[in-house]
């Protein structure tokens, strides 16, 4: 893995701290079926949020900050959320990043932050995945009662099962997924294979993690 250490001026208080970047892509595979990516990029999930050790500015980049969100960071909600034992210390900063996007209107994107801070918690024993996948839901729904899509209109009802079974809400999930296949448009191939595995799993009550290659239609 490609790391770089580099002092980083944090846009919300003004101090500096030593802040370390990746830039390694390439092959992923197949991912799991919520999109989380595999292979190197994976791993490197650690560095996908930058957090000031001064003020607790956690960003993707923290050099700059929205200004609607200025006063958000010393506000007890945002400071408690970055120090919520339920959680893995690095889970808190994505949640944290949710907070603000929320106040800035960026449903969609603060929804994908919390599916972000459960694949954290799903990488280090479980603790807080259900909770951080439920604020992902949430946000979603926010996003589309703001009339913004969250995903591919295919590709939604697919996730939203994916989470739910993830968090053993086995019952909303089948009604989630039985909704995307009775639906009157045709899916996508991909899509269909997808959600018909999303119902065998639900059937099986089985919540684990599951990736695109392990579709019994990819099975040769
Ligand atoms: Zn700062």
Redesign the pocket.
């Given at each position: 893995m490609n790391l770089v250490r580099r002092a980083i001026v944090?846009g919300?208080?003004g101090?500096s701290s030593e802040q370390i970047q990746t830039n390694s892509g390439g092959e992923s595979g197949a991912p799991d079926l919520d999109t989380r990516p595999n292979g190197l990029v994976r791993s490197t999930i650690a560095f996908w949020m930058q957090r000031?050790p001064?003020?607790g500015?956690c960003a993707g980049d923290?050099s700059s900050i929205h200004e609607q969100a200025a006063d958000l960071i010393a506000s007890e909600a945002y400071q408690k959320q970055l120090n919520d034992a339920r959680f893995p210390a690095k889970a808190c900063e994505f949640l944290a990043h949710a907070l603000i996007l929320d106040q800035v209107g960026q449903y969609a994107d603060a929804g994908w932050t919390c599916l972000h801070a459960a694949w954290v918690c799903d990488d280090n024993g479980g603790n807080g995945q259900a909770a951080a996948r439920g604020r992902a839901m949430e946000y979603w729904r926010k996003a589309k009662l703001a009339g913004e899509d969250f995903a591919e209109p295919e590709l939604e009802h697919a996730l939203a099962t994916d989470l739910l079974r993830r968090m053993g809400r086995f019952e909303d999930a089948l009604i989630n997924c039985n909704q995307a296949l009775d639906a009157e448009e045709p899916l996508p191939d991909l899509i269909e294979h997808l959600l018909r595995f999303e119902k065998t799993l639900i059937q099986r009550q089985d919540t684990g993690t599951y990736r695109l290659s392990d579709l019994p239609a990819f099975q040769s």
């Open positions: 944090c919300s208080c101090q000031c001064h003020c500015y923290i």
